[in-house]
C-alpha cells in the first residue's frame, strides 16, 4: 500500500508529557481554520481527550467503537457538512466514510500497522489533484517508525520542531481538573490503562512496548500523579 500523492507528511517528536501540551497548545491556534482528525488508538484515550478539550474551551467531536450507532452518525453528518471542525477519533473512522476537505490528519497514537497509517492519512488529500497533511506525534523513543514508512516508499517525513517554550503550559491546570473531577479522574485512569494495553497490539514490537515506556512519567502526560 502507498499513500495518496498531494498529500505532506511530518512528524513531531514529544517528552510524555508534551504529548497532550502539544495538543492543545496546536488545536488553540488552529481550530478556526481547519477541518482537522486527530487519530488515537484506545476508545477511553479518545473519550478522555475528547472530555479534557471540551473543559478546556476547544471544541470537538468523538467517535469510536464504544458509542452507539445514532450517536455515530450524528457526528459523523456534523462533521462532514462543517469547514472548521475538529474529530477526535479512533480506527473506526480511518476507512469507509467519505468525509470531503479534510486539511489535516493528526495522529497522536501511532497507528499499529503500516496499513493503518495509509488508511488513516487517506482522509484527506482526496478526491482529483487533493491536497492535505498529515502529521505524526511520536514519544521520542518510537522515532524507529519512521524506518517503517519508508517501507510505504517514503523518501522522507518532514520533522516539526516544536520547543517546550512554544506550547502552553497547561500542567498544572489539568492535574487540577483530574483531581477535583471524579468523572474525569476515572476516564484518565481509563484511557492510561487502555492506552497500556494497546500498545500490546503494534506490529513492531521493538519499538513499541511496555518495557520502553517510564510508566512514571507516562501517567504524568493523562494528568495522573502516578501510575493507578
Not at 55 to 76: E, P, S, W, Y
Not at 140 to 158: A, C, P, R, S, T
Amino acid at each position: 500500500m502507498k499513500t495518496v500523492q498531494g498529500l505532506e507528511q511530518g512528524f513531531i517528536a514529544v517528552s510524555y508529557k508534551n504529548r497532550f501540551k502539544f495538543l492543545y497548545s496546536f488545536l488553540r491556534k488552529n481550530t478556526q481554520t481547519m477541518k482537522i482528525m486527530i487519530f488515537i488508538n484506545s476508545c477511553a484515550c479518545a473519550q478522555y481527550f475528547s472530555d479534557l478539550l471540551n473543559f478546556l474551551n476547544i471544541d470537538n467531536q468523538v467517535l469510536h467503537g464504544k458509542l452507539k450507532q445514532a450517536k455515530r452518525t450524528q457526528v459523523m453528518n456534523s462533521f462532514r457538512k462543517n469547514n472548521q471542525s475538529v474529530l477526535i477519533c479512533t480506527d473506526v473512522a480511518s476507512r469507509g466514510l467519505d468525509i470531503p476537505f479534510v486539511d489535516l490528519v493528526l495522529q497522536i497514537d501511532a497507528p499499529i500497522s503500516l496499513d493503518k497509517y495509509v488508511h488513516r492519512v487517506g482522509r484527506t488529500a482526496r478526491g482529483h489533484l487533493g491536497k492535505g497533511r498529515s502529521l505524526i506525534v511520536l514519544y521520542e523513543h518510537e522515532i524507529g517508525f519512521l524506518q517503517d514508512l519508508k517501507k510505504l516508499g517514503l523518501e522522507e517525513i518532514k520533522e516539526f520542531l516544536v520547543p517546550e517554550s512554544k506550547m502552553v503550559d497547561i500542567d498544572e491546570t489539568i492535574e487540577n481538573l483530574v483531581k477535583k473531577n471524579y468523572e474525569l479522574n476515572q476516564a484518565a485512569k481509563d484511557a492510561f490503562k487502555q492506552t497500556l494495553q494497546s500498545f500490546s497490539n503494534h506490529n513492531n514490537k521493538e519499538v513499541f512496548s511496555v518495557m520502553n515506556l517510564d510508566i512514571k512519567h507516562f501517567a504524568k502526560g493523562f494528568g495522573l500523579d502516578v501510575p493507578p
